[in-house]
């Protein structure tokens, strides 16, 4: 697993600790008592972890694409290095 992908998943894990915790400090008990202001700034916490978490899926796939394309970079200069060495390039 590559470093990034560890970051995000790492990333991914503190948001959704930080939002259990919000929710949990405001007690599962007193769910029935929650002010529209209090529901309107959990609902705000929620939106920007999910947005939070698109940006980084989308950032863990520019970075797989990454890889991959310096993985056929290598491939294909070893290739070429190989036929120049043969007399075939």
């Known amino acids: 697993m590559s470093g990034s992908t560890r970051r995000i998943r790492l990333s991914a894990g503190v948001a959704l600790s930080a939002l259990i915790l919000v929710v949990g400090s405001n007690g599962f008990a007193n769910a029935q008592s929650a002010t529209d202001a209090q529901i ?50």
Request: hydrophobic fraction near 40%.
């Open 40 to 89: 309107k700034a959990l609902q705000a916490q929620v939106d920007v972890l999910m947005h939070t978490v698109k940006e980084l899926k989308e950032a863990q796939s520019h970075t797989a694409a990454d890889a991959m394309m310096a993985e056929v970079d290598e491939l294909a200069a070893r290739r070429s290095h190989d036929q120049r060495g043969s007399g075939l390039g």
